[in-house]
């Protein structure tokens, strides 16, 4: 079966510092990556997403980057913190193909603050 | 393009109540739609989707949903809420490689 694993699942970082989150999946190939964001108050924002190795499609220009160095290895990162980057991080894996009936499956979270 | 609207950011019902989460959607294609469940500080759950054939779909925990093309809605029921039900609500419509998600529903229910 496959399975999705997001970490850390709660981060403090002070403003400046940079961000690494990292999600892996197993038990798939070549599935489509997403990360998205739940600030308080807020629905979810699709940040990023890939359909392959090394191709990712940014929703959102912000100072948040991302990278798909392995098949089902998606990163999240930022060389510099901002206040407004706090919030609840979700990654998911599925949707394969255009208008697929395939639902998303998600990880756990990461509780983000930044100080 | 595809859409997805949530009538109603927030519900509060008793036990035992009905639960009626809104949903209306836009789409350029025939749908895919989907809703999803969020306890707090969890990632969300499918609870059941629609693609094609029977309109009336059931899901986990006792829910289900309706599809109404002459009404562009998937609203989300249950017969009898349940404590555990307490949770957001997120409906869902598929697009180019992504999902489209609405601004969600929280769900309240009260003893």
């Known amino acids: 079966s496959q399975t999705i694993h997001q970490w850390p699942a709660t981060l403090v970082q002070p403003v400046g510092s940079p961000l690494s989150l990292e999600c892996t999946v197993e038990g798939t190939s070549n599935p489509n990556l997403y990360w998205y964001r739940q600030a308080a108050g807020r629905g979810l924002q699709l940040l990023f997403y890939?359909?392959?190795?090394?191709?990712i499609s940014s929703e959102v220009p912000q100072n948040l980057s991302a990278s798909r160095p392995q098949d089902r290895q998606f990163i999240l990162s930022s060389k510099k913190l901002l206040l407004s980057d706090s919030g609840f991080y979700l990654c998911?894996?599925?949707?394969?193909?255009?208008?697929?009936?395939?639902?998303?499956?998600f990880g756990n979270g990461t509780r983000l603050t930044v100080t | 393009a595809q859409s997805v609207t949530q009538l109603g950011s927030h519900v509060s019902v008793s036990e035992g109540a009905l639960v009626l989460l809104r949903c209306n959607y836009s789409s350029s294609v025939p749908p895919y739609l989907f809703w999803y469940v969020q306890y707090p500080n969890q990632g969300l759950q499918l609870l059941l989707k629609y693609t094609t054939g029977a309109t009336l779909v059931k899901g986990i925990n006792g829910f289900e949903a309706e599809f109404k093309k002459s009404e562009t809605s998937f609203h989300l029921t249950k017969p009898s809420a349940h404590m555990s039900d307490a949770a957001e609500y997120f409906c869902a419509v598929s697009g180019t490689d992504k999902l489209i998600f609405g601004t969600g529903t929280r769900l309240q229910v009260f003893p």
């Open positions: 890939s359909v392959g190795i090394g191709q």
């Open positions: 998911a894996w599925g949707g394969i193909g255009t208008h697929s009936n395939s639902p998303l499956h």
